[in-house]
């Protein structure tokens, strides 16, 4: 069993680098950590929420997911995490010095998960000291959580549960399973989806406020609000979907449940048929796009 301590940071590709991060600071909120006055590297753009270096790297290149990251708790832990997904039958590679440099982290390994999600396991992720320098007042606390698709959410839950110190806190049907690694109601999900992939990354707010504040303010820029404001049932935090450059889906969340009696939880499960299985508001589970010709360049892939 490898124990994951946290999540660490995604790592998603950008053809458009200058647009992506615009929009994640402009309008997400999040700190260019290598701005102009920053340490730079050609092609690469660290993001940051929180104490951690960054949580998502933008890499200049083809739209789409690269990686999604966990944190380990020591070099000791990854090399036995190393042989013990090996043992398992997965193909883990080393990262090298530059690409470790370049995650800041010390050490790190990658594989596939089951259904082609590439993961990886990394000790000493950078902090860094000083207060995070926001790129807008919305709230943002901390990085949430990650979710991955997969086309069997049941496989992905017993690969993640059985491999990793990983439980199920509640599930959607066979449409998603919502998973913790600490307290946290859930940092990673697993959503149903044809292919591997990201379905979305979530950032937690300070305040209920924020949800609504950054509602309108994304309103405002003409962001696709994918859904939302609403509530889910699962974690009981008020949520908000939006579309950001590169196909790249943001959530942002206000009073994720923790879970801190963990041998009384028991899993839910809800019904993916029933309307608000999602969204206990019954909002509209999508927002059609209705008039593209509003969303400005390079706002939406
Ligand atoms: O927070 C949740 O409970 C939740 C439920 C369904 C889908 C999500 O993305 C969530 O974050
Ligand atoms: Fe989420």
Known sequence: MIE????????????????AVR??????????VDGPAGDT???????????????????????????????????????????????????VRRGDADE????????????DDP???????????????????FGRGSGITEFGHL??????????????????NVRASDWIGDAACLMRIDEVHHKLAVFQGERPGLCHVNFQVAELDDVFRNWHHLQEHDVVIEMGPGRHPQSGAVFLYFLGPEG????????????????????RYFDPAERGSIDMWLGPTQKPVTQPQLIPEGIHP
């Open 41 to 91: 590297e050609p092609g690469v753009a660290h993001l940051r929420a929180d104490g951690r270096h960054h949580c998502l790297a933008f890499v200049e290149g083809a739209s789409g997911v690269i990686a999604s990251a966990f944190t380990v708790a020591d070099p000791g832990a990854l090399a036995l995490a190393e042989t013990e997904l090996e043992t398992r039958g997965f193909t």
């Open 100 to 111: 470790a440099r370049s995650r800041r982290v010390s050490e790190f390994v990658a594989f």
């Open 115 to 133: 259904f082609g999600n590439r993961i990886e396991l990394v000790v000493g992720q950078q902090t860094l000291a000083r207060p995070v320098r």
């Open 4 to 19: 994951l301590v946290d999540i660490a940071y995604v790592r998603s590709g950008a053809a458009d680098l200058a647009g």
């Open 248 to 267: 790249l889906t943001y959530e942002y969340s206000y009073g994720v449940r923790r879970i801190t009696d963990e041998a009384a939880w028991r899993p």
């Open 23 to 32: 929009f994640a600071t402009e309008v997400v909120g999040l700190e260019h």
């Open 147 to 164: 979710c991955l698709d997969a086309p069997d959410v049941a496989e992905a839950h017993r690969f993640w549960s059985t491999t990793f």
